[in-house]
């Protein structure tokens, strides 16, 4: 499978864990680490700033394919091809706009800096 043939895989695969993350068929494991994952996915903001130089964009490069691929690896198959036929087209227009989903990566800034500071301190 080529690189192209995997990020559209991808695109389409986001959809279907935002499903999943729904659906109620889906184990708690899963849910959790789909609920992490389109987080992440749909998060304007990024756990490792996208101006900085090459790791700003690695992160969506190595991050989110990690963090699919962890999450489908929870997902029921039956679950997962099923939200997959339900996600086709879902998002064409562009991601859905909410502002919530940069919650965990607010939170997580939040204790790398509280961390910082303490260790400083």
Do not use: C, H
Not at 60 to 71: E, G, H, Q, S, W
Not at 94 to 116: D, E, N, Q, S
């Amino acid at each position: 499978m080529d690189i192209k043939a995997r990020v559209k895989k991808l695109k389409a695969d986001i959809p279907a864990i935002f499903l999943a993350l729904k659906d109620r068929d889906t184990p708690i494991v899963a849910k959790i680490f789909a609920g992490i994952t389109v987080g992440y996915a749909l998060s304007p903001i990024d756990l490792v700033p996208d101006f900085i130089p090459v790791l700003g964009y690695l992160d969506d490069v190595i991050l989110l394919p990690m963090l699919v691929a962890l999450t489908i690896k929870f997902i029921p198959q039956v679950v997962l091809e099923r939200n997959r036929k339900q996600s086709e087209g879902m998002w064409q227009d562009g991601k859905p706009k909410k502002w919530y989903y940069a919650i965990p990566i607010v939170i997580t800034w939040f204790i790398i800096i509280v961390m910082i500071l303490k260790a400083i301190l």
